[in-house]
């Protein structure tokens, strides 16, 4: 059974087009995060969720906007998308937070032209 | 300075060697480190997680953290193959928030 899922795994598309990527984690979990990993491999914190709460909201363009409908998913909608934001997103959820162990989805690889 | 730093490799080590992975952050404060490793390709999976000065070992893997020097590391016995990844530093900063050094790409030579 896979514990944090993400879709679409590989996302291409046009500057200027809106696009959204799923996650799900079936962990019972309460707290829920999106990285951003780029083409250095550098991993970064965008948002953490607990329980559909907002916590951590890094300095990301308000182009981006995440969603948490339940505890147990976190989308994550861009809009107006640009070439910079192509790397590999990342979804992790953990039991609580702070010294948590983090358990990461599979990725989504966005590749905006 | 960045708040988590590591050398970023690559660093290569013999088949059957012990490899040796360093990690210095900024903020004393923080009370949780992690190592991960991140195959190429792939997503991070936790390997250590150590809390308190001193050492912890899990199989082939010892973590060590010197809070005063603000520094931990991650040492690999008997290197395989395997091994080969990058391996990332996090230290928790703050409620809910891990910062990531950039990475150590690490290559095990047969």
């Known amino acids: 059974d896979t514990a944090v899922s993400q879709t679409p795994k590989y996302l291409v598309t046009q500057m200027g087009n809106d696009k959204s990527i799923k996650c799900e984690q079936n962990?019972?979990?309460?707290?829920m995060y999106w990285y951003k990993q780029d083409s250095k491999k550098f991993l970064k914190i965008m948002f953490s969720?607990?329980?559909?709460?907002?916590?951590i909201n890094e300095t990301v363009p308000n182009r981006f906007s995440p969603k948490s409908p339940d505890k147990a998913h976190l989308n994550l909608h861009i809009n107006s998308l640009e070439l910079g934001d192509s790397a590999v997103y990342f979804c992790?959820?953990?039991?609580?937070?702070?010294?948590?162990?983090?358990?990461f989805g599979p990725g989504t690889r966005l590749l905006v032209l | 300075q960045k708040e988590v730093e590591q050398n970023s490799g690559p660093l290569s080590v013999p088949e059957g060697a012990i490899a040796s992975l360093n990690c210095t952050y900024s903020d004393r404060v923080s009370q949780s480190f992690f190592w991960y490793r991140q195959y190429s390709g792939k997503s991070p999976e936790l390997i250590m997680s150590?809390?308190?000065?001193g050492d912890k070992e899990d199989g082939r893997f010892t973590a060590q953290l010197n809070k005063a020097s603000q520094y931990v590391s991650l040492l690999i016995r008997d290197s395989q193959p395997s091994d080969s990844a990058t391996y990332l530093c996090?230290?928790?900063?703050?409620?809910?928030?891990?910062?990531f050094g950039q990475g150590t790409r690490l290559t095990i030579n047969p």
């Open positions: 992790a959820s953990s039991l609580m937070g702070g010294g948590e162990t983090q358990y």
């Open positions: 969720y607990n329980n559909k709460e907002l916590i």
């Open positions: 150590i809390y308190s000065n």
């Open positions: 962990l019972g979990h309460d707290t």
């Open positions: 996090a230290v928790e900063r703050g409620a809910q928030k891990l910062v």
